[in-house]
């Protein structure tokens, strides 16, 4: 019988820095489980390939764009991982794409991609809550951006909402917007081992972690060595509160009810490659939430 996993430990009171230490380890290991599992024979065979993830976004992001795209405009992608999306980005249009990413290799993944595709993406390494200072530094102070985008695992594992909120109205030329999209913060309260929706996890926020020591990653076989994570749990009223009091005006909120990836076991896949609660229980709990926020002119 394999040994259980340890349990999820609520409440662990750990400084940032030492938190994000440990958070880039583990996304470290995931680097080579993800190139490997992230299909991306596809984007090379089909040059108007996109990821899902961009393809349900480009959706929701139109109404909101000149002309309803991409077409022209300059786009920062946070926490961009080894780039799929950011190259998805590129490929819908954008002008110019710059990537944000905390993991040395994540962003060498990502830059040799792009450069494969012939994609002439830019890509800025740190800490996310200093990623103005950062593109200051690496692309000029005159660098700003008419998309702020950030999709799909992103906040959680973030402690302060606000630095971030800041970041991403400091990014923004006026009349910019922030795309944002991740999994629902009511989602994440949710006993994913249970068979039935039943909250196990906080929805709400005090400043302490939720700690994780488990080897998986959330798509391929293998298993990374660096098995613990801390999180962060922020309510909805958290996160469109940090974008108002950045100065930036919300414009647009959905609560979808599907996901880019398989939650929990019993969850089952949709065509096109995303995922739902069965039945009834499809109706009950949202699966994501999207937010659209403007820079005034």
């Known amino acids: 019988m394999n040994e259980e996993l340890p349990q999820p430990v609520d409440g662990v009171d750990v400084a940032w820095n030492d938190a994000r230490e440990t958070n880039l380890a583990n996304w470290e290991d995931r680097v080579g489980l993800h190139v490997a ?11 108007r390939h996109v990821s899902t993830v961009v393809r349900d976004d480009l959706e929701a992001l139109a109404p909101h764009l000149p002309g309803g795209t ?20 590129a490929r819908a249009g954008a002008r110019s794409v710059v990537g944000v990413d905390f993991s ?37 102070a005159d660098r700003a951006f008419d998309v702020v985008y950030t999709s799909i695992g992103t906040v959680g594992w973030l402690h302060d909402l606000r630095a971030w909120a800041r970041q991403v109205e400091a990014l923004l030329r006026p009349g910019g917007i922030l795309y944002f999209r991740d999994g629902h913060p009511f989602l994440f309260t949710l006993d994913e081992e249970r068979a039935e929706l039943v909250a196990r996890y906080r929805y709400f926020s005090d400043g302490l972690a939720l700690q994780w020591d488990d080897g998986a990653t959330y798509v391929g076989e293998g298993v990374v060595q660096a098995t613990r994570t801390y999180e962060w749990a922020h309510p909805i009223s958290e996160i469109v509160m940090a974008l108002l ?53």
């Open 37 to 47: 599992a992230y299909g991306l024979d596809a984007y090379r065979k089909d040059p």
């Open 70 to 89: 991409l077409d022209g405009l300059d786009v920062c992608h946070l926490q961009c991982h080894i780039g799929t999306d950011t190259v998805s980005l």
């Open 104 to 140: 040395p290799a994540a962003l060498e993944a990502a830059s040799g991609f792009a450069a494969e595709l012939g994609i002439a993406a830019q890509w800025v390494e740190g800490d996310v809550l200093d990623a103005r200072s950062l593109v200051d530094r690496a692309l000029g």
């Open 245 to 297: 009091d950045a100065g930036l005006t919300l414009v647009a909120m959905d609560e979808g009810r599907t996901l880019p990836w398989r939650f929990a076991e019993r969850m089952v896949a949709l065509p096109g490659g995303d995922f739902a609660w069965p039945g009834g229980d499809a109706g009950v709990m949202p699966c994501t939430l999207t937010l659209v926020a403007r820079k005034p002119n």
